[in-house]
């Protein structure tokens, strides 16, 4: 197998090739060079593990431009005429995309299947926002990514490329036991618009968002170069995507990591409206308790929490909004997050250990970076924060960093905390989380103590 090495890495692009013909023999001619001559898992000639500027002929993708057709659809798959014309590193999809490789690998989808769009556009629209149109606003996302079936159509077939959405929007109605419970205790009610009846059923607009990254975007919102950055992703992930090295004409990467769903409670149009109220809860997966209840952090009581507030704004004339991030445990995911929990049970469960036991274990107490997370508030058209429903500094700091002011911050409420996560809830006051009550300090965090295995069993 010929080894690819970064020594190959060319300064600059190339100068493009003239015509499609040539360009198809100049870029087979140059792929033979990257083609592995044998392989332990069989006869591998027709691929190639990395391409190069002189190679392609990426179609243009102006990340920020001022306009749809100017700025250019994202492009990744190598499928059709992709592998010359891509013009964005990695796969669709964040994650799943190793289930589209799996679906295609164990044959059960034919990679070239071309998408029918029929019926499935949004089914409420977001207000183009100016922040779509820069290349400092969002980068953690494609702001055109709901529109890609009917603003490149007939660039997909033009160039024989698939273009996918990265963004699809729709309607649902929510029924949950908490917010039936509210109307049945008259903290919420029945207006038949937001809380369609007794049973607490309430209306929903959403989105889902998958990750689209503009690389110098991140870098910069990250402190570091773009450079740093691509050297990072590619060493870290094992040499997964060679391209962030290689080709360096490639601006856009879409990572294998979760998305996003956003939540909006009333009239969507009122999210960007600066006349109307919002409230706001920003919320990172924690499966464990959003999902089976678990009661050792605060997690799901503050989602229902931050749900039923954001019902009331809508009822009360204005909007909520409720932003879902797949960012399970801190972004170190749930076998970290369990060795956590055994660490602290058996080591005196309390407040002042708490961040200490995770940083035993994973070098560092969080990753969720919040850094990307305000690139959505920025689509969506919010200018300001009526109610955040949230203690966390580091998502007050990056929202308001990134120029959206927040007027009033709204801890959970006392009775919502759940018996064992007052360890939790202590720990992360004294580390800086807002509240209106007491900041405890180190001395008296250690008498606040979360339950042990015996406790447990
Ligand atoms: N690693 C680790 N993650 C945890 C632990 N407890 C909760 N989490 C995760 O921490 C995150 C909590 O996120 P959020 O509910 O958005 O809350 P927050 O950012 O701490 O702050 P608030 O907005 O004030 O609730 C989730 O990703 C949980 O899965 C823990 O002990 N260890
Ligand atoms: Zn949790």
Sequence with gaps: MSPVSLAQTPAAPAAPVK?????????????????????????????VLTTYPEDSQPI???????????????????YRDGLVKHNSIGAHSGQYCVYHALAVGSKQLDPNHVA?????????????????????????????????????????????????????????TMQLLELKDAVDNNRLRVDGRVVLNSSGDVSVSKVAVEPVWYLPGVAERFGVSENELRRALFKDTNGMYPELI????????????????????GDPAFVSDPSKKLALRVHDECNGSDVFGSDICTCRPYLMFGIEEAVKEAQNGGSGVVIYFRKEGRALGEVTKYLVYNARKRGGDTADEYFHRTEC???????????????????????????????????????????????????????????????EIDAKINAGYFTNGKIMNQDELKNVQGRTWNDVV
């Design 19 to 47: 015509t499609a013909r040539a360009r198809d023999a100049h870029v087979a001619k140059q792929l033979e060079s990257v083609r592995p001559k044998s392989s332990p898992v069989g006869d591998n000639d027709d691929l």
């Design 361 to 423: 274990i994973a070098g560092v107490r969080d990753m969720r970076f919040q850094q990307l997370m305000p690139d959505v508030l920025k689509w969506l058209g919010i200018t300001k924060i009526d109610r955040m429903l949230s203690m966390s500094n580091m998502k007050h700091d990056a929202i308001v960093e990134q120029g959206i002011p927040i007027i009033e911050r709204i801890p959970i409420p006392d009775e919502l905390v759940p018996p064992d996560s007052r360890v």
């Design 60 to 78: 243009p993708l102006a990340w920020g431009a001022a306009a749809p057709q100017t700025r250019g659809p994202v492009v990744a798959s190598h």
């Design 246 to 265: 290689t080709r360096p004409d490639i601006k856009v990467f879409l990572p294998p990591i979760g998305g996003l769903t956003v939540y909006i409670f």
């Design 116 to 172: 029918d769009y029929t019926n499935s556009q949004p089914a409420f629209s977001v207000p183009e926002q100016k922040s779509w149109y820069n290349k400092t606003d969002i980068v953690a996302m494609d702001p055109l990514g709901h529109l890609t079936p009917y603003l490149f159509d007939e660039a997909s077939k033009s160039e024989n490329v698939d273009i996918r959405p990265t963004i699809a929007i729709t309607k649902a």
